[in-house]
């Protein structure tokens, strides 16, 4: 299976591409595949890194708006890699290149931009029987 990893400088895509390697050595894997080349469906799949790492400069940014853009216009179909570090990484990476059976695992944590009912319902629940307790909110 032939892998492309692109992504903005600086956000490891050598990284992961070295990383996917050693964990699948029958992949065959580019971190810097030329343009044309990713026009062509000369890859099986096509991995773009995330920008969810701090420090994210404004020059990633448009860099990385450039490659969805350029992806988006040719029909490339592309999945995006996020994780706080290389293994959380490496480990969305492999669910792209080969999906699980069933759906996702549900995110389990309190934050106020995940759209969850059910994880709404238990945030606001807790805060009102915080309050109600006289207790900050945890």
């Given at each position: 299976m032939k892998i492309a990893v692109v992504g903005a400088p600086a956000t490891g895509k050598t990284a992961l591409a070295r990383a996917l390697a050693s964990h699948l050595d029958t992949l065959q894997i580019s971190d810097a595949p030329p343009p044309d080349a990713l026009q062509t469906g000369r890859y099986d799949r096509v991995l773009l890194m995330g920008l969810d790492r701090p420090g994210i400069t404004p020059a990633q940014q448009a860099n990385d708006a450039a490659l969805r853009a350029q992806l988006a216009a040719t029909g490339v179909p592309?999945?995006?890699?996020?994780?706080?570090?290389?293994?959380?990484?490496?480990?969305a990476a492999l669910r792209l290149i080969e999906p699980q059976d069933?759906?996702?695992?549900?995110?389990?944590?309190?934050?106020?931009?995940?759209?969850?009912?059910?994880c709404e319902f238990r945030l606001f629940t807790a805060l009102k029987n915080s309050k109600a307790a006289g207790r900050p909110p945890a």
């Amino acid at each position: 299976m032939k892998i492309a990893v692109v992504g903005a400088p600086a956000t490891g895509k050598t990284a992961l591409a070295r990383a996917l390697a050693s964990h699948l050595d029958t992949l065959q894997i580019s971190d810097a595949p030329p343009p044309d080349a990713l026009q062509t469906g000369r890859y099986d799949r096509v991995l773009l890194m995330g920008l969810d790492r701090p420090g994210i400069t404004p020059a990633q940014q448009a860099n990385d708006a450039a490659l969805r853009a350029q992806l988006a216009a040719t029909g490339v179909p592309f999945g995006v890699v996020y994780g706080r570090d290389e293994r959380e990484r490496l480990r969305a990476a492999l669910r792209l290149i080969e999906p699980q059976d069933g759906p996702a695992p549900r995110w389990t944590g309190v934050c106020e931009k995940c759209a969850d009912p059910e994880c709404e319902f238990r945030l606001f629940t807790a805060l009102k029987n915080s309050k109600a307790a006289g207790r900050p909110p945890a």
